[in-house]
């Protein structure tokens, strides 16, 4: 079992930054990919950003490139979100997750309000 924690979420004003990171445990991460989607409100959960393990490639939400960028720390199990120029529209609950070849991991996210 992998248990996901997100922490870092909170308030922000428009065109702020903020960064959220996510903590695996149960067992090592550092050999799969990891990646962030978010929720907001009335919406499908989307894409955000996605690493691999050896963090040679990174994917983004083509609406995101060049604001978000994420990262990771294989031996602390732990991967990062970096928000900057942060837009009301941003506002959401952000779930980081770790696919592994049986399952798929989910965190219970944490709330990113970025206020106007």
């Known amino acids: 079992q992998v248990q996901l924690v997100e922490s870092g979420g909170g308030l922000v004003q428009a065109g702020g930054s903020l960064s959220v990171s996510c903590a695996a445990s149960g067992r090592t991460v550092a050999n799969y990919a990891m990646g962030w989607f978010r929720q907001a409100p009335g919406k499908d959960r989307e894409f955000v950003a996605a690493m691999s393990w050896n963090e040679r490639n990174t994917n983004y939400a083509d609406s995101l490139k060049g604001r978000f960028t994420i990262s990771r720390d294989r031996p602390m199990n732990t991967v990062y979100l970096q928000m900057n120029s942060l837009k009301p529209e941003d506002t959401a609950v952000y779930y980081c997750?770790?696919?592994?070849?049986?399952?798929?991991?989910w965190g219970q996210g944490t709330q990113v309000t970025v206020s106007s």
């Open positions: 997750n770790v696919r592994l070849p049986w399952r798929t991991y």
